[in-house]
């Protein structure tokens, strides 16, 4: 992750997409064991949707797996939050938490959360460094916008438990 200021009062950060895990050979043999085993099942059962469903979804589940994450920048500026080139203006930004623990040696990962107005998915997870937590925290104090504290969907946690 890298992170600059600029004569414009932007703040720039660059983070991976997600953290990238290594798969073996044996995960992703279970996973077409899995999905093999469940779409004979439901043919047997002549459940011919699902069965479909299931190969479809073991197949994306595979290629998104072996898929390498993208760097994202994402910019602070004097309107708003921006990510991949779209805006979230600071009104519409209901809240924020900065879930970083400056202890060495700490396992939480330092995160920031941005809760907006969005139906579907509205609460953001952008990973950070340490080093810039206090710069973002003072931004968006500045802005007056509500500081809430937040964590980690359990759903995310189940899915890294998976070895998403």
Avoid: C
């Amino acid at each position: 992750m890298q992170a600059n200021e600029n004569e414009e009062n932007k703040f720039v950060w660059s983070a991976m997409e997600y953290e990238e895990k290594e798969r073996s050979q044996d995960w992703f043999w279970a996973l077409g064991i899995i999905i093999g085993t469940s779409s004979i099942a439901s043919i047997i059962f002549e459940n011919y949707f699902f069965a479909a469903l299931l190969i479809i979804a073991g197949a994306l589940l595979a290629f998104f797996a072996m898929k390498k994450p993208d760097v994202v920048i994402y910019e602070l500026n004097s309107k708003g939050l921006v990510i991949h080139n779209r805006l979230y203006p600071y009104d519409s930004i209901k809240a924020f938490w900065v879930q970083a623990d400056f202890t060495p040696g700490s396992p939480v990962k330092p995160i920031f959360f941005v809760h907006t107005e969005r139906a579907f998915m509205p609460v953001l997870s952008i990973p950070i460094n340490l080093d810039i937590a206090e710069d973002i925290h003072s931004i968006f104090s500045a802005q007056e916008i509500a500081e809430v504290e937040m964590k980690e969907h359990p759903s995310e946690k189940i899915m890294e438990a998976l070895g998403f």
